[in-house]
């Protein structure tokens, strides 16, 4: 089965830089999502990590590291409408297609 | 492309009701999944299907049932509701290219049960 953790919640400021971590513990890895998620609203699609490293796409980076089951969701030149839900979700090699979400970081971003 | 469509939006049902949850893609997707997501929590994966025809249950499939009868829908039955089905669902479809997966969310479908 899957396991996996991330802050609760985390207060930032406008034009600042964040970091959201998410760890897990997985029989059988096969990449790991990122997805904002405003209230009220679907989650939409941030990131795909499948090897270790770090991927950059805009003000957002995502990296993983396989071998120790981290990965971390970096938002950089915060701004007032990041103020989301950031969810963590890793899938499964051995059911293909199968992902487990993290409960969620609620990302305040203050003036 | 209206990408991933839910029907209903918002449903209230009387416990023992039946209902079914309709989710339709036009991007030619292969995945398809349902999630339920209760306040202040992850989404929990309740049944997805890796093609036509083919399903399969995922953490939480107690009381729900799934077909895929044709590629671009995926349905979610409720047989007789319950309380505790209270939630939004959210269906979702992927794709996977050179080994990087895209996943897209439906706007999600409000149920109360009473």
């Known amino acids: 089965g899957q396991n996996i953790d991330q802050p609760t919640e985390m207060t930032a400021t406008e034009g600042a830089i964040v970091q959201i971590n998410c760890t897990y513990q997985t029989s059988g890895f096969n990449g790991l999502f990122w997805y904002q998620q405003h209230a009220g609203e679907a989650p939409t699609f941030l990131s795909y990590?499948?090897?270790?490293g770090l991927e950059e796409k805009g003000r957002f980076s995502s990296f993983l590291s396989r071998s120790k089951g981290y990965s971390y969701l970096l938002l950089k030149e915060l701004q007032m409408k990041d103020s989301a839900s950031y969810l963590c979700?890793?899938?499964?090699?051995?059911?293909?297609?199968?992902?487990?979400f993290g409960d969620g970081t609620t990302l305040t971003v203050k003036p | 492309n209206a990408g991933v469509t839910q029907t209903p939006k918002f449903r209230v049902l009387k416990t023992g009701q039946s209902m079914t949850l309709l989710c339709a893609q036009d991007?030619?997707?292969?995945?398809m999944y349902w999630y339920r997501q209760d306040p202040g929590m992850g989404l929990r994966l309740i049944h997805y299907?890796?093609?036509?025809?083919?399903?399969a249950k995922g953490e939480v499939p107690d009381g729900y049932n799934v077909s895929r009868l044709k590629k671009q829908n995926f349905l979610l039955g409720l047989e007789s509701a319950a309380p505790s089905q209270t939630s939004v669902y959210f269906c979702?479809?992927?794709?996977?290219?050179?080994?990087?997966?895209?996943?897209?969310f439906g706007p999600g479908t409000r149920l109360l049960v009473l």
């Open positions: 991007m030619n997707h292969e995945y």
């Open positions: 979700a890793v899938r499964d090699r051995t059911n293909a297609g199968k992902s487990t």
């Open positions: 990590n499948v090897l270790d």
């Open positions: 979702a479809s992927s794709y996977s290219r050179q080994g990087k997966e895209t996943q897209y």
């Open positions: 299907s890796v093609g036509e025809g083919t399903t």
